[in-house]
């Protein structure tokens, strides 16, 4: 039955693209008119196409789905986090695809050890605030954007997108009453956020090209036409966000590229006021700031690459902040500085070393870092749900790829780790029962790239294989794949096969030259170290070729499309999730999304031909190879991504048929860059995935 089966055939309408003395014949660029009826007509193809070729899985994709569901405890709770007079958590339940939103009122106020809350058992007090599934009832996608509560607890500003393409329309509830204000804000941005006081939404909206360029405010009741302008930024290359201090004291607006920022204050107490820059832009130089008040002096902490490539981070005065710097942590070749929260009595820094996320304590009187330190060889740890100014304890989240999400509470004057919950993982799931491990490949140029490996002990070491292995990269924006649990991951692991990540360069692993080491002209870093990792694990006896298939997604998918012409006999299948495989195309053409900010991490091939030569020797649709056998290819794409448009696959797609390979494409068609929304159509469409990668690795049965 599948030989019989035929793949859609894409016209071929060759449209010419010039640039630099260079012409290319695109025969598939008829396929990015979206709304035309052949081109939906060629998508419904290609599902039906990829439905049927991937009919006989549906027996294990169920199976699948059953062990994801049957290992998650969908009647569940957060750990309450404390903002105000009450704590706050979100419950899930069972049948159920999206969470609730609660709160319950503190016992006193000195009560700072959050509620054990009990799935299925009342809270007393309780109250929800937003319910998801009341919120996404007629709409076939659902995401929450904002979900900011007012200080005084009397407001909720929540922000919700139903088409997938990440526009966001802002309400506001009063919580006293469980009912909407007037007020209604359309086309925004994620990350709005009410102001200290409850009068105002601070939110942005983005420009032609998808990109986040103007802060508004709106004062609740107002007409939301008359919002006032805040702050604009008018280059391209630029973003914009913007946020309140933990302190409350200011409003911080940011604004950058891949490669510069600048950060601009407005107090709170008075947010009509001009903004005033911290430090000019300076090319090349990031930057961000965090308020605290140290004996009895407002100061800004600003952390800083200003000839520190890993950075560094100084201290100023509020007042003043382009004067005297007084530096907190030098710069240390190999720690790389992430960020810094500012607490009334003390602030918390985040930083890389030696390949791993860590979290440190900031004594503002000595400038001392507490590390706090954890048992396992590979892991992630870092602060999250911090919102109070002045709390006695630190809540930090916690994980690796044998140890499920960690919540744990530090004591700041004992210090001592308090548990608060761990994900549970029913089925009789037994951290003992895996193992972890980081091996080093060697690159081209020498140098060493880490990858590592995840495996069930019962299916014997990976040194002792060769056994199957899932192989996984990005590398890019200096964006890190951290350990990190997975319940759908152990569908994979219980079959025998080993899960291993390949930290290549481009991501952000082993600090900041490890991303300038794997962008624009030296781009190509990436592409060979994940082949360089494949070719490891092989030469090691860990796997074999046959037994070895690969996924990544968005940038990591144009990662896949590249080693898919590089290295096709290293891989028997590869999975590119919203893959970036027009990667040329798309960064020629400043009027697409997010294009011209692009270029600091790509190069800018409209106006140099340098760049332009360079990115046309990768980019994986143009660089399809005669005469060579592909491995099998399943991409999925969505159509309303705003972020990798779904015509790069389907171009990439019909291109690779065109020389004989094994390539489907699976298009949502209500979905965005994320895929499905709601929990249950998501476990499904990973389920897909995985039954796809099992059938390539011969374990279907």
Not at 375 to 395: F, Q
Not at 501 to 526: C, F, I, P, S
Request: glycine share 10%; hydrophobic share 40%.
């Amino acid at each position: 039955m599948t030989e019989q089966l035929s793949a859609p055939v894409a016209d071929r309408r060759p449209s010419p693209r010039a640039h630099h003395g260079d012409t290319f014949a695109d025969p598939y660029e008829w396929l990015r008119e979206k709304d035309a009826a052949s081109v939906r007509a060629h998508l419904d193809a290609e599902n039906a196409y990829t439905d049927a070729r991937t009919a006989h899985l549906e027996g294990l994709r169920g199976r699948i789905f059953d062990e994801i569901k049957g290992r998650t405890q969908e009647t569940d709770l957060s750990v309450p986090t404390r903002h105000g007079s009450w704590w706050y958590y979100s419950r899930t339940v069972e049948g159920r695809q999206y969470g609730i939103h609660c709160r319950a009122p503190l016992a006193s106020p000195d009560d700072w050890t959050p509620p054990q809350l009990t799935p299925g058992v009342d809270v007393p007090g309780e109250q929800v605030l937003l319910d998801d599934n009341v919120e996404a009832e007629g709409h076939e996608f659902f995401s929450l954007g904002t979900f900011d509560v007012s200080t005084d607890g009397a407001l909720l500003l929540y922000g919700v997108d139903t088409e997938g393409d990440e526009r966001y329309t802002l309400r506001v509830r009063d919580l006293a009453t469980g009912e909407n204000l007037p007020d209604v804000i359309t086309d925004t941005f994620s990350g709005a956020t009410l102001s200290p006081d409850g009068r105002f939404v601070v939110y942005t909206t983005v420009d032609d090209a998808w990109r986040p360029d103007t802060v508004w405010l709106h004062e609740l009741g107002a007409d939301p036409a008359a919002a006032q302008q805040l702050f604009h930024e008018p280059d391209e290359r630029y973003w914009v966000g913007a946020g309140f201090t933990r302190s409350e004291r200011y409003l911080v607006i940011e604004t950058g590229s891949s490669i510069t920022s600048e950060e601009f204050l407005v107090p709170a107490d008075d947010l009509r006021a001009e903004p005033r820059s911290v430090w000019p832009r300076v090319e090349g130089v990031e930057y961000s700031v965090t308020h605290a008040v140290v004996d009895g002096e407002d100061v800004l902490y600003v952390l800083h690459n200003a000839d520190a490539l890993d950075f560094e981070l100084v201290r100023v005065s509020a007042s003043d902040p382009a004067g005297a710097r007084e530096v907190v942590l030098g710069h240390e070749p190999g720690r790389r500085l992430l960020h810094m929260s500012a607490f009334r009595d003390w602030g918390v820094v985040s930083y890389r070393r030696e390949g791993l996320p860590r979290v440190g304590l900031l004594d503002y009187a000595s400038g001392a870092v507490d590390e706090l330190d954890f048992d396992e060889p590979l892991y992630s740890a870092g602060a999250s749900g911090n919102p109070e100014w002045a709390p006695p304890v630190l809540r930090l989240g916690y994980g690796s790829f044998v140890t499920p999400g960690t919540v744990y509470e530090y004591v700041i004057g004992s210090g001592e780790l308090l548990l608060r919950k761990r994900q549970p993982v029913l089925g009789g799931y037994d951290p003992a029962d895996y193992d972890q491990r980081r091996l080093w490949a060697t690159a081209e140029d020498g140098t060493r790239i880490p990858i590592s490996l995840v495996w069930k002990r019962s299916f014997g070491d990976p040194a002792d294989g060769p056994r199957p292995v899932h192989l996984y990269g990005y590398g890019s924006y200096e964006h890190s794949i951290d350990p990190g649990f997975s319940v759908a991951r152990l569908s994979m692991l219980d079959r025998g096969v080993v899960f291993a990540v390949a930290h290549v360069r481009g991501g952000g692993e082993m600090g900041r030259q490890w991303y300038e080491d794997g962008k624009l002209l030296a781009k190509r870093n990436t592409f060979t170290d994940f082949v360089a990792a494949g070719r490891h694990l092989v030469d090691a006896g860990v796997t074999v070729p046959e037994r070895l298939v690969a996924e990544g997604g968005s940038a990591g998918g144009l990662l896949m499309g590249a080693v898919a012409n590089l290295a096709p006999e290293l891989f028997a299948g590869i999975l590119a999730d919203v893959p970036f495989v027009d990667a040329l195309t798309t960064i020629l053409d400043p009027s697409l999304p997010l294009t011209v900010i692009e270029w600091d991490e790509w190069g800018d091939p409209l106006h140099d031909p340098e760049v332009y030569a360079y990115m046309k020797s990768y980019t994986p649709y143009e660089n399809v190879r005669e005469g060579v056998t592909y491995p099998r290819i399943l991409a999925s794409t969505s159509l309303n991504d705003t972020r990798v448009l779904y015509v790069e696959p389907a171009k990439w797609v019909a291109r690779l048929r065109e020389v004989g390979a094994d390539a489907l494409l699976k298009c949502e068609m209500a979905a965005g860059h994320g895929g499905v929304s709601g929990r249950y159509n998501a476990w499904r469409q990973r389920a897909f995935e995985l039954a796809w990668l099992l059938d390539v690795l011969g374990l279907a049965d």
